[in-house]
């Protein structure tokens, strides 16, 4: 969305926006652009409609309130337009910049809460206050139109994929109404689409058709803004993901097109100190390390926070996976532990061999209590504490700070399973090596994870 000019877009209305805090003092929650349009909540009607503020600068969306028929809202003078909002329990205020502006929304409102079934339980008479115009232009029939074409108006189609329509594509993803995100994620997913846009992009890309590549690149991060999980998923997948980067690596505020693929292809280098033999799991690393490229290398400055937290929920999911997919291959873990005895520190693959098991039992802590328990039961059982008496100065304490967390979550003491022979056993271990690795060095070395490359990732 653009903000307002005078004379255009007259859905569009530049308001700041306010939430009553705990002391009674207003927050100023930032500056935007609020529209009205139909809501697609699950949960309520599909002729439901709400108001939604869009940041100014940040285009994140600061607010999405559902019209209700209850009589919660009140116009100060010709500005402001407040209400007690029951889904977050607080008050909130609309300022706008014009009158005619708040004028508007207060008429929306009011056709809304008119156009109510007389018979619902929520029904009420319409709001009425000092600035309502003449009563006889909200009659039903007028209301009924105005919401129909309310509703219509906010359907998204997407042009043809097409290069001819490259620019048309770009503007209509950039200007999606947040009600809407949905349904254009599923025409997205469309069969061959997507695919088609990525085939586009490669004949741009040869063509060295500049303007053409500028428009794959606001395309392709407007569609990864829309924050669709299955269309992320689809995105990311390994016959689409290149062709992804490939788009965003022609950003038109730079100078120059960015080499992310080439990175990406030649420069990271996936170290396997024990042979992974399932390509799922593999799959899933790989995926993981792009995610992570995406997210904090290429679109760092574009990310609002919901999409910024369903990437870093994917790699979450991801990691979970793999962790699970190692422990149920009935030969790595034995093969891994296998390796850590027949060297010693200094060895060759050693310092790679123990922040691999570092990294696991670190990515381990998400996993459900008795996944944990059974795989800590199985890491005691292949050795874990030879392992990691083994270990010497800032490795010892990397070590022992991921089996810390690990074993404090897993709480084997409390395990009736386990013999209390067994538990002092563990806590003996456990005490044992906090003392060498304290005695060995004084203060904890800062950045080790930082300096080592990602085993798993």
């Known amino acids: 969305m653009q903000p307002q000019q005078s004379g255009q877009s007259p859905g569009l209305h530049r308001v700041k926006l306010y939430k009553l805090n705990e002391t009674g003092g207003w927050d100023d929650k930032g500056t935007g652009l609020v529209s009205i349009g139909p809501m697609e909540f699950a949960n309520h009607a599909s002729n439901s409609v709400g108001l939604v503020v869009l940041g100014e600068e940040t285009q994140k969306m600061l607010m999405v309130h559902r019209i209700l028929h209850e009589d919660i809202y009140n116009r100060q003078d010709e500005t402001i337009i407040t ?22 929304i207060w008429q929306h409102i009011v056709r809304v809460q008119n156009d109510a079934d007389p018979k619902h339980p929520d029904h009420r008479r319409r709001v009425i206050d000092e600035f309502d115009g003449p009563v006889g232009h ?68 040869d063509l060295e058709d500049t303007p053409s590549l500028h428009h794959m690149f606001r395309l392709m991060r407007s569609i990864i803004m829309l924050n669709d999980t299955q269309l992320l998923d689809e995105l990311l997948k390994e016959e689409h993901v290149m062709g992804v980067i490939g788009c965003l690596e022609y950003d038109p505020d730079l100078q120059a097109p960015q080499q992310h693929r080439n990175f990406l292809q030649t420069a990271v280098v996936f170290k396997e100190v024990v042979p992974i033999t399932s390509q799922e799991v593999l799959g899933k690393i ?72 570092q990294e696991f039992c670190s990515l381990a802590k998400h996993l459900q209590l008795l996944q944990r328990q059974n795989l800590w039961n199985k890491m005691t059982q292949l050795g874990m504490f030879e392992v990691c008496a083994g270990c010497s100065t800032c490795a010892a304490f990397c070590m022992l700070s991921s089996l810390s967390a690990f074993m404090h979550l897993h709480c084997p003491a409390s395990t009736p399973s386990r013999s209390r022979s067994q538990q002092r056993m563990e806590v003996s271990h456990t005490a044992k090596l906090q003392f060498t690795a304290r005695s060995s060095v004084k203060t904890a070395p800062t950045g080790v994870l930082c300096e080592w490359p990602s085993r798993l990732l």
């Open 83 to 104: 209400w007690t909002d029951p889904d977050i329990g607080t008050d909130v205020a609309l300022s706008f910049q014009e009158g005619q502006g708040c004028n508007a």
């Open 138 to 205: 909200l009659d039903g029939d007028y209301l009924h139109h105005d919401v129909a074409d309310m509703a219509g108006a906010a359907h998204v189609e997407l042009p043809a994929a097409e290069t001819a329509n490259l620019e048309e594509i770009a503007k209509v993803l950039a200007h999606v109404p947040p009600m809407q995100r949905e349904r254009v994620a599923q025409l997205l997913m469309t069969p061959n689409y997507l695919r088609k846009l990525l085939d586009i992009f490669r004949q741009c890309e």
């Open 286 to 357: 790989h995926q993981t390390y792009r995610i992570q490229y995406l997210k904090d290398v290429i679109l760092p400055r574009s990310l609002d926070d919901a999409t910024y937290g369903t990437l870093s929920s994917l790699m979450l999911f991801n990691n979970v996976d793999v962790v699970l997919g190692l422990y149920q291959d009935q030969k790595f873990l034995p093969a891994l532990f296998e390796a850590l005895k027949s060297r010693q520190p200094g060895d060759s693959g050693w310092d790679d061999l123990v922040a691999f098991l």
